[in-house]
């Protein structure tokens, strides 16, 4: 019997054991963020040893028929002006992303040319933006939006957010805050049994987010180029990423090689397995 009871304790034991590494495997949802470029992240990756290192599928999903959905955030974006062209540049540059030859790499990983714009309509919400836009005030927006519009797991909902306002996450901020670290980030919240993929694109007010002699929407563009290939590719932190440094196909090639313009838009490179570098 005090050998029955013994193995039924380790047998337990296992059990536990397994069901508690189950749970810690469980993936939760993580913020993506593109850092500033400053010093220390420019080159980062080649000095480092990154090179030549191939994002792995990690069995999760992608988005392979993407659309974007822009939610201006401010009266500004709504009238007349440049804040308002500034919005619809950022618009007419989704509209021909998804079949950009950048976005076209992302067929390796599942992902297909799509039109970005062909979703539910945008929203200029003409409300105040807090001055500190925190990733609560993100999903709350974007919940705000949904509340009259049919939800998509296909879809990216991306905040802009005036220049008089800036992102924070966890004591780290994007242009106009105390602590600029990031310059846009996305991540995903779930909402009932919805998995809801959204990104802020704070305005880039910095030299820290900005390539010289660019203008504000095209800066604006790399960001949004960024983020919606990262966000399609790695809708979960389940799908496509780097084991060795945990960054995306996007981030690995955040600020090297130089983001460049191509039809007055901007792009950056993005990372090919197949060439095993950064291209465009």
């Not at 005090?2 to 296992?14: I, N, Y």
């Not at 974007?142 to 966890?170: G, H, K, M, Q, W």
């Not at 704070?202 to 010289?212: D, L, N, R, T």
Request: charged residues 15%; contains cysteine; proline residues 5%.
């Amino acid at each position: 019997m005090k050998a029955t009871s013994r193995t039924l304790a380790a047998l337990l034991l296992a059990f536990l054991a397994v069901r508690l590494a189950a749970q810690e495997a469980v993936p939760q949802p993580r913020i993506h963020m593109l850092p500033a470029n400053r010093p220390l992240s420019t080159g980062f990756r080649l000095a480092a040893g990154f090179a030549g290192t191939d994002v792995t599928d990690h069995g999760g999903p992608v988005i392979a028929q993407a659309t974007v959905v822009f939610i201006f955030w401010g009266s500004e974006f709504a009238t007349g002006g440049t804040a308002h062209r500034y919005a619809v540049t950022l618009q007419d540059f989704r509209g021909i992303f998804g079949t950009s030859q950048e976005y076209k790499v992302l067929g390796q990983y599942g992902v297909n040319p799509s039109n970005l714009a062909a979703g539910t309509p945008d929203w200029f919400d003409a409300s105040t933006p807090p001055t500190n836009v925190t990733d609560a005030d993100v999903q709350a927006e974007v919940n705000r939006y949904l509340d009259s519009n049919t939800f998509s797991a296909s879809t990216v909902y991306e905040v802009v957010i005036p220049s008089a306002s800036y992102s924070s996450f966890d004591g780290e901020d994007s242009c106009g805050g105390p602590n600029l670290a990031y310059c846009a980030y996305y991540s995903s919240y779930t909402s009932g049994s919805e998995n809801v993929i959204y990104s802020i694109q704070p305005y880039a007010s910095c030299s820290g987010c900005q390539v010289s002699g660019w203008t504000a929407a095209q800066n604006e563009e790399h960001f949004i180029g960024q983020e919606t290939v990262d966000a399609v590719t790695d809708p979960l932190g389940t799908a496509w990423w780097d084991s060795r440094t945990g960054e995306n196909i996007a981030d690995l090639c955040a600020w090297s090689p130089s983001p460049y313009l191509m039809g007055g838009y901007a792009y950056e490179y993005v990372w090919s397995n197949k060439a095993d570098a950064c291209v465009k």
